[in-house]
């Protein structure tokens, strides 16, 4: 399966948007580019996913890059709700429906 | 829809006791995930089922750890007898992954709150 890198923790403030790295230099054509995260005492939620192109929904922002061996989730403008481990996570198209592999992801703390 | 249902939230039991942990998925979700979280060994599968069958067991621990899924709204996990290095935090996922015609494939999983197990 592909690897995913990203950094352990990040820092930001509230109100201030956050840009939150995922590395996937071995990523294959058909892997989709899946984040979660996992509020504090809570279980994981889908947070957003794409392919090829940017993606935005009401959560957060996806940026791919053109060769696809990186990818940044974005949040516009952080919140103290927002505070949480975020995990990036490929998915082939042969993997819908198998379990999630998650790694450490990056925890994101948001200060006031 | 109310999500994905566990219980109970919190159960505390001394070493050698059975333990049943419950999980209700989404309704007309295909796919039902055993997941258990640790500091050591953080978020890991145990078992999968679809279609109320299991699909992939090979993350159970041990002949101690057992799960069934009677009906596509039910399934438990059973701890027998359990032991204190099985405290953790045990989810319960399920999703409608599938490929959906136009939509595409769907891979989305909706997890549970979660049991926060302790064995003393």
């Known amino acids: 399966d592909a690897k995913t890198t990203q950094p352990n923790s990040m820092e930001s403030n509230e109100e201030e948007p956050v840009h939150l790295p995922c590395n996937h230099s071995t990523i294959s054509g058909t892997d989709y580019i899946h984040w979660y995260r996992q509020l504090p005492s809570q279980g994981p939620e889908y947070v957003i996913h794409?392919?090829?192109s940017n993606v935005n929904n009401r959560m957060a922002s996806l940026a791919i890059a053109e060769d696809r061996k990186s990818s940044t989730l974005i949040l516009h403008r952080a919140t103290l709700r927002d505070a949480a481990v975020y995990y990036c996570i490929l998915r082939g198209i042969r993997q819908a429906g198998t379990a999630l592999i998650f790694g450490k992801g990056t925890t994101l703390s948001v200060s006031s | 829809d109310a999500g994905v249902i566990q219980s109970p939230r919190h159960e505390v039991t001394e070493m050698g006791q059975e333990v049943t942990l419950r999980c209700k998925p989404i309704?007309?979700?295909?796919?039902l995930f055993w997941y258990r979280q640790t500091m050591m060994r953080g978020l890991e599968l145990l078992i999968y089922?679809?279609?109320?069958?299991?699909?992939?067991d090979s993350g159970m621990p041990e002949d101690r750890f057992s799960a069934k899924m009677p009906n596509a709204s039910f399934s438990t996990l059973k701890i027998q007898p359990s032991e204190p290095r099985d405290s953790a935090v045990y989810f319960c996922?399920?999703?409608?992954?599938?490929?959906?015609?136009?939509?595409?494939?769907?891979?989305?999983?909706?997890f549970g709150p979660g049991t926060r197990l302790t064995v003393l």
């Open positions: 794409g392919l090829t």
């Open positions: 309704s007309g979700h295909d796919y």
């Open positions: 996922a399920s999703s409608p992954a599938g490929i959906s015609g136009l939509a595409g494939v769907t891979d989305t999983q909706y």
């Open positions: 089922f679809n279609n109320n069958v299991p699909i992939d």
